[in-house]
């Protein structure tokens, strides 16, 4: 990962137990009826995204948490707040762009989507929250294939 | 899903002649960097300007002539492309820029053309009788990427707009291009500005929901605006919020009609005018509604270039819907930029 040989921001993080699998409903296994997308669905898509630094998932570093997604299917709005695992911690605007990308990729075209970093946990969370919340920044960041290929092995799935 | 590819950057003919779209479309190659020239109802396709660029072409603006075109590109350069009997050939490469060029804007004398960027930099471009292009300014005023510019109507007068959340103006002072003004209000990125007819007003939009409209207030005014040297201040006498909820990308002032165009990024158009009883130093502005055939007209102008801009994007999926709710705004899909046809 990014750093080569160099120690790690946060060498000891917390790590966190990861929730059980979601029970299907009969409502959900008749086709005949639309799903809706929950709060539940969109953590699914990000819970096990890959830390950049860390061989743990965000759900495992409490980076993401269902309780911090809020969907409106409705008004096709989805917001997710993150939490860095330090405040200083240079790895945040790559983690707000592998969940945008995750969410972008995933989810139907009429969804507005907003990540940003839980209020009080970063140090320079207005300046990261602006830039992924620029749409034509996070497209050209995305047109530079090294960048791609991090966000690409963060959203891989872990053997 | 959804992606921020396939965006759409577009501009009109000062004459209503061509209308042209950028195209930023992802890999696979050759398709990236493509700029097509005007699909649409009763339009034909005429050209595909595929060799140009390397990446995404954000903006492409025609000359007031209408023999030339320059595109700005996200691969940090402006081509100059002139008109052939056959087609479009590219005559020169303006270089210089350090990363993605967002915006390109040729004066209404044609002489001069300006370019920004997300390096924070305005460049100024100088065109001689022999189409050799020349930077006679880079100016570094703004501290972030800047999203557009644009040029006074009349006057030698450019105007940027940036993600520093403020619009600035230059002009030439003694053989320099300076700074003359610096326009703060907005509370976040300020995507775009529109001149009004007679150039003594600009609005601006920004990811702060708003759009702001500023008066010019010159040396000596009668309002006593207090102005430094001899340079004009530009005062806020307008603020539109409460009628976007999300980032405004693009405005236009309707050289015509007088009316105020939006493009949102809760998938509406809005079309804004003035109040009859409007008081130039506090003019008021309202959603256009149903009832005058004023606002026929103006609707009608827009939803022309509107519908021909959205049914030209390439459909990923569904075809974009384009539809009149009880307001007047006009839905569409993502729009981005929004002009009116002169």
């Known amino acids: ?159 | 899903g959804a992606g921020p590819e396939g965006q759409c950057g577009r501009g009109s003919s000062q004459s209503g002649r061509g209308l042209v779209q950028g195209r930023g479309l992802p890999p696979p190659p050759p398709m990236a960097g493509t700029i097509l020239l005007s699909p649409g109802p009763g339009w034909s396709c005429r050209a595909v300007l595929g060799e140009g660029h390397q990446r995404t072409v954000r903006r492409v603006a025609w000359s007031p002539c209408g023999s030339y075109l320059a595109s700005a590109s996200f691969d940090a350069t402006t081509c100059i492309w002139k008109k052939q009997e056959d087609g479009f050939e590219c005559v020169t490469t303006l270089e210089g820029h350090e990363n993605e060029v967002k915006s390109v804007a040729w004066a209404p004398s044609g002489t001069l053309l300006a370019t920004c960027s997300r390096d924070k930099s305005v460049w100024v471009w100088e065109v001689d009788e022999e189409e050799e292009y020349e930077c006679v300014s880079v100016l570094n005023s703004h501290t972030q990427d800047v999203k557009h510019v644009v040029w006074h109507p009349n006057q030698e007068l450019l105007a940027s707009a940036s993600y520093d959340d403020t619009v600035k103006l230059y002009h030439e002072e003694e053989d320099d291009w300076v700074c003359c003004a610096t326009l703060e209000g907005h509370e976040s990125t300020v995507w775009s500005v529109a001149f009004d007819r007679s150039g003594e007003r600009l609005a601006s939009c920004s990811d702060d929901k708003t759009v702001r409209v500023w008066r010019r207030y010159k040396p000596g005014n009668e309002e006593g605006v207090a102005c430094s040297g001899t340079d004009p201040t530009w005062k806020c006498v307008c603020n539109l919020s409460g009628y976007h909820t999300r980032t405004i990308y693009d405005v236009a002032w309707c050289h015509l009609t007088g009316a105020l165009a939006t493009a949102c990024g809760d998938d509406a158009i809005r079309v804004f005018e003035e109040s009859a009883s409007s008081d130039p130093r506090q003019p008021t502005f309202g959603l256009a509604a149903h009832n005058s055939p004023r606002r026929a007209v103006t609707l009608h102008c827009s939803a022309s270039v509107l519908r021909t801009s959205v049914e030209a994007e390439p459909s990923r999926k569904k075809r974009p819907r384009v539809s009149f709710s009880k307001h007047m705004s006009l839905m569409a899909r993502a729009v981005f930029p929004v002009s009116f046809l002169e």
């Open chain 1, 1 to 159: 990962g990014p750093g080569g040989g160099a120690a790690l921001e946060n060498a000891n993080p917390l790590i966190y137990r990861r929730s059980g699998e979601r029970p299907v409903t009969a409502r959900e296994e008749d086709d005949e009826l639309p799903d809706s997308i929950d709060d539940r669905e969109i953590f699914d898509l990000i819970r096990s995204i890959n830390d950049p630094e860390h061989p743990l998932t965000l759900e495992e570093l409490n980076v993401v948490e269902q309780v911090r997604v809020k969907v409106n299917d409705a008004e096709s709005t989805v917001a997710v707040e993150f939490t860095p695992t330090i405040p200083h911690c240079s790895m945040a605007t790559l983690i707000g762009l592998s969940i945008k990308v995750k969410l972008i990729r995933s989810l139907p075209e009429r969804f507005k989507l907003d990540v940003h970093i839980t209020p009080g946990t970063h140090a320079s969370e207005h300046a990261v929250n602006k830039q992924l919340a620029d749409k034509e920044r996070v497209a050209a960041a995305l047109e530079n294939s090294h960048l791609l290929e991090v966000v690409n092995q963060c959203l891989s799935a872990r053997s």
